[in-house]
């Protein structure tokens, strides 16, 4: 099957042209390496989650660590409810084991035991460490999505467990998101108060922000489309796209699925013509990201 530009969604290689990222995965890697906390955020659909997972593939394919990347997007209802939230967080853990097996499956605790506790989160997580024969290191994307006290209890459990890694709790625990950590601004019914999302998570190491593409980032996109679909960019013409879009991926993503699939597939070399031509189109289609 020809693979195609990814504008929606975190990028699947099998389906979309993927560019690897070097000089975005080596800080990420350092701040493992180092047993830090930390932050990792950039605007929707720029490669963020895509980033965070090869890195896991590779962690575990490399056999030195157990790396897990899980979502919280289905605790964004629970707000207030810490209980609800840590339902769903457990279960998105015991989810993003189902792909392993043996040793590295039977280390996760039974989650039963913690779900109705208020740190079962933090008690899952001491357990599930000290079982593992391997440091873990966890991915919690969409941290964005939880709010009030469900996201200043976790928050408040992750801090808790900090000074037992990497025997008795997670080597390294990134959170992924839109915003910066320290720019949330998080209300506690029970206090009656707004916290900052830096106050509640104040063993955070740093906030990695992942940057555009380069353009050899942008080379390599466009020649993964050439070598798959036998459509050629005149020459100049990638440095054009990269001019305009200054390297953000969805743009980039999206221009080319408007110049090479919505207007001129069959065109079989593609020029500045054409390419002004998408971006007229791609502003008058109002997506969200650009509306």
């Known amino acids: 099957m020809k693979r195609f530009f990814n504008t929606a969604g975190a990028n699947k290689p099998r389906l979309h042209y993927t560019v690897w990222r070097p000089l975005g995965a080596k800080p990420i890697l350092e701040l493992i390496e180092q047993e830090k ?65 043996g040793d590295i499956a039977n280390s996760f605790p039974p989650v039963e ?62 959170l992924n998101g839109v915003r910066d950590l320290k720019d949330y601004r998080i209300y506690s019914k029970e206090e009656d108060t707004w916290l900052t999302g830096g106050s509640c998570f104040n063993i955070k190491a740093k906030s990695v922000r992942l940057g555009n593409f380069t353009l050899e980032n942008v080379k390599e996109l466009f020649f993964q489309h050439e070598a798959e679909h036998n459509q050629k960019l005149a020459p100049g013409l990638v440095e054009k796209i990269y001019e305009l879009t200054q390297g953000q991926p969805w743009l980039c993503n999206a221009l080319g699925e408007q110049m090479c699939f919505e207007l001129f597939p069959t065109e079989p070399v593609l020029n500045e013509i054409h390419l002004h031509e998408a971006k007229e189109a791609l502003i008058l289609s109002r997506a969200t990201h650009i509306d």
Not at 56 to 70: F, K, S, V
Not at 164 to 172: G, K, N, V
Request: charged letters at 20%; hydrophobic letters at 40%.
């Open 37 to 101: 906390y930390f932050t990792h955020h950039a605007p929707r659909q720029s490669g963020k989650t895509t980033l965070l997972r090869e890195i896991c593939r590779q962690l575990n394919a490399e056999g030195r660590y157990l790396a897990i990347h899980i979502t919280v997007e289905d605790a964004q209802s629970a707000r207030h409810d810490v209980i609800e939230a840590n339902h769903c967080i457990l279960r998105a853990l015991n989810t993003g084991l189902m792909y392993f097996h």
């Open 113 to 174: 035991k913690f779900l109705q506790q208020s740190a079962g989160v933090r008690f899952c997580l001491e357990s599930w460490s000290k079982a593992s024969k391997k440091p873990i290191v966890l991915v919690i994307d969409e941290i964005d999505a939880m709010a009030g006290e469900s996201l200043i209890a976790l928050l408040r459990q992750l801090r808790a467990g900090y000074d037992q890694r990497p025997y008795a709790f997670p080597q390294s625990i990134i």
